[in-house]
């Protein structure tokens, strides 16, 4: 009877395990960064315009990535916690530009700063700031994802912005009206996501987290520059620096000592099939043993 105890608080330890959520991109600790500063964030590569506008993440902590972190677009959006030794302080930053100049922004863990952001890790007069650290932390937006059509959208062309999201985005899909199945859609690296056969008529859009969550809204038809505001945003629970609040986390300059573990978890969201699956197995191990026991 001992046995069949231990096993089933073993299977019920495991299942509170695998229950918890990890965090959907890798937080390990990065080291030997360096940042430079400029004047004029705003407008930045990634699209989102006035950095204080609807679009924009609502504050002027921010930071242009080189080619090696831009990615050809796909870490606009990502937030980044920065730490200094020159002050001792972190700050968090979201990437809303690319900083293609040759020089420093050629190394691969280069940040070309607003001197909001900046001044928290250095002084000005410094100019380039070396040996810092940082690692991948959610954003600390305002209610939900959001969507908006471009600039020159008609019933037949346009491209989508994806905005206001914890995580950065893997893939966005759309199935418009006939058909049955999405179609991806390639994200340029202005950050908008290219939509070149719509018809006219209402149309599904399916946004894809890095994390593999999916959110889904139905839009009636094509507006230039319309927004919307999805029903959902990402999760982010068992991420290192996750906001407690909805307005925490961007922006927010705070003492280096708090930093990432160091381990790389890149994971999808939990699956709670997969648990009820694990924990269903555990049981019926259980059962066998007590089954086992009694035959004895």
């Known amino acids: ?3 069949v105890v231990f096993v089933i608080l073993l299977c019920l330890t495991f299942f509170s395990t695998v229950s918890k959520g ?3 991109f890798s937080q390990s600790l990065v080291t030997g960064a360096s940042a430079t500063y400029y004047t004029d964030p705003n407008a930045g590569n990634c699209g989102y315009e006035n950095l204080t506008g609807p679009l924009g993440p609502g504050n002027l902590f921010i930071a242009a990535l ?8 796909k870490s606009c959006g990502q937030c980044y916690n920065i730490s200094s030794p020159y002050t001792n302080r972190s700050v968090v930053v979201m990437a809303t530009d690319s ?4 020089g420093y922004c050629q190394r691969s863990s280069h940040f070309d700063l607003s001197t909001q952001a900046f001044d928290v890790l250095g002084a000005e007069s410094i100019g380039v700031l070396e040996g810092l650290t940082y690692y991948k932390v959610p954003c600390g937006v305002t209610g939900n994802v959001k969507i908006m059509m471009k ?3 008609n019933d037949y062309w346009t ?3 994806i905005y206001n999201s914890r995580v950065t985005i893997k893939d966005v ?9 999405y179609s991806s859609l390639s994200q340029s690296t202005y950050n908008y996501w290219i939509s070149p056969n719509m018809v006219p008529g209402s149309f599904d859009v399916r946004i894809e987290s890095v994390g593999g969550e999916f959110i889904y809204i139905t839009i009636p038809k094509v507006e230039n520059r319309k927004q919307y505001e999805t029903s959902s945003q990402f999760s982010v629970e068992g991420c290192v620096g996750a906001p407690s609040s909805p307005s925490g986390g961007v922006g927010s300059p705070t003492s280096s000592s708090s930093s ?7 994971s999808s969201v939990t699956d709670t099939a997969s648990d009820a699956s694990s924990l269903t197995l555990c049981a019926l191990f259980s059962f066998t043993i007590l089954f086992l026991i009694m035959l004895n």
């Open 260 to 266: 990432a573990t160091g381990s790389s978890t890149t």
């Open 159 to 161: 491209a989508f912005l």
């Open 22 to 24: 990890q965090c959907p």
């Open 99 to 102: 900083c293609p100049d040759s």
């Open 173 to 181: 899909s759309v199935k418009i009206t006939g058909k049955t199945t």
């Open 66 to 73: 080189g080619p090696t972190l831009y990615n050809n677009g």
């Open 151 to 153: 600039d020159g959208s």
């Open 1 to 3: 009877m001992k046995a």
